[in-house]
């Protein structure tokens, strides 16, 4: 087997599975997941596989059960904490190249959370990418998304929409901070629903923290931790059980979980304010099935713009589109002029993702976010 310096690892330890090395994409669609011929393993798989390169620690992309794992290396403490620590995981830097049965794979930062990565594979004169999910908005709690040049680029499509239009980051960290500011100045808890894993942190890394104290759920303090030890500076938060003074949690931003606050554990702070942050909140039906006193448009996912900026920076004159707006995105780039079909995929699920962090609180059982 070709190796490199890092090929001693465990995706290029792995060898069982026959490898057809007569097809010509390098990614294909199969039950397991998405598929590359030539190096014999999967990106994202959702099902139990060999060997699995794994764009990012979100419970619909990272799934329990695989031999083998290769990952960014800031993604590795995230991904140890929810699929077990003694996993078998291969980190690698952005950009390091791992050469596996002929095929270069590199990772490139997606911009969406910790450890997010494009995955690049090149072989016998192609270069395609995965993108798994991405934002090109900055975010200071993970690396920047960076274009990469391919033939062939696979993207998400979340808010493959053009009604999806984000604004600036400090606009909503803004209303975020007066609505808060607001709450604890007659003494109403405010209490923000997130998702535990890289909203909750980028909220916190965007708030003014000297308004009052943050107390988070423990789903969220888990991954702060997660984050903190990968040098990522978050503003001090606290678990209930933490807070000494009850008058605390009268000024506080509480941040939790979707179901989290329509359970017994929000109760502790009386008749407070509730928000969502998503970007499905830019949606009013969405805000109004919810019946929340604030919805903040905060997504980690690209919206139009950047969907369609992404695209074009790679150069690719073949597109495949994965979880979202499927057949719109398809449709409008075939208009464009570019190649463009359509993987089904078994990813998108926010659901997923709360169930993977939701702690054993009373009466904090997951359920669907609009």
Known sequence: MASC????????????????????????????????????FYID?????ARAVITHAHADHARTGHGNYLAAAPAEGVLRSRLGANIALQSVAYGEQVLHNGVTVS????????????????????????????????DKTCAPFEPVRCDVFITESTFGLPIYRWRDDAQVFAD??????????????????????????????GVDASIAPIVVHSAIQTLNAAYREAGVQLPETKLVSEVTDANDFKRALVLCPPSAAAGPWAKRFG???????????QLRGARRRGAYDQGFVLSDHADWPGLMGAIGATGANRVIVTHGSIPVMVRY???????????????????????ADLKAEPGAEPKAAP
């Open 45 to 49: 798989p959702w099902r139990p596989v």
């Open 333 to 355: 780039l075939s208009d464009q002029g570019l190649q463009a079909e359509s993987f089904h995929t078994e990813y998108g699920d926010d659901a997923a993702d709360e169930k």
């Open 107 to 138: 990772l490139h930062p997606a911009g969406h959370v910790l450890g997010s990565a494009q995955v690049k594979l090149e072989h016998a004169g192609q270069t395609w990418v995965a993108s798994g999910d991405y934002k090109v908005a900055p």
């Open 271 to 281: 008749d407070f304010s509730d928000a969502f942050a998503s970007g499905w909140m």
């Open 176 to 205: 975020i901070n007066a609505w808060w500011a607001a709450n604890a100045a007659v003494g109403r808890a405010s209490v923000l629903m997130c998702y535990s894993f890289g909203k909750a942190q980028r909220i916190l890394s």
């Open 5 to 40: 310096a890092r090929c001693s690892g465990s995706l290029a330890n792995a060898t069982d599975g026959h490898v057809d090395r007569q097809m010509q994409d390098l990614i294909v669609q199969r039950p397991e997941g998405l598929y590359c011929p030539p190096g014999d």
